[in-house]
């Protein structure tokens, strides 16, 4: 079992910025893809940014592209998402998910193992 724990969610005027960090609990990263998912209100759970497994594939929803980035900080064993740029409809819960090992990165819920708890990102216009 792999806790995720997440941090860095809060309340941003629009067109400011935010970084959210998740790290495990007692394991390493290293043999995990990453990805990151948002739920807003009466909405289902949808993908935001994906990072492989070896960190050499990236994949972002177009909704984020431009604005987001996903990196692995392997010295500190955390996979972070730099929100910039943020609008009032990017306001949600964000969480953190991994699976083990698997290729590529992979957009679908069901294919992640573990899940954080949720940060709530808040942005007012």
């Known amino acids: 079992q792999v806790q995720l724990d997440e941090s860095g969610g809060g309340l941003v005027q629009a067109g400011g910025s935010l970084r959210l960090s998740c790290a495990p609990s007692g394991r390493t990263f290293r043999n995990y893809g990453v990805g990151w998912f948002r739920q807003a209100p009466g909405k289902e759970r949808e993908f935001v940014a994906g990072i492989s497994v070896s960190g050499g594939t990236i994949y972002y929803a177009d909704s984020v592209k431009g604005r987001f980035t996903i990196a692995r900080d392997n010295a500190k064993n955390t996979v972070n998402l730099q929100m910039n740029s943020l609008k009032p409809e990017d306001t949600a819960v964000y969480y953190c998910?991994?699976?083990?090992?698997?290729?590529?990165?992979?957009?679908?819920?069901?294919?992640?193992?573990?899940w954080g708890q949720g940060t709530q990102v808040t942005v007012s216009s």
């Open positions: 998910a991994a699976r083990q090992y698997g290729l590529g990165v992979d957009t679908r819920v069901a294919e992640y193992d573990y």
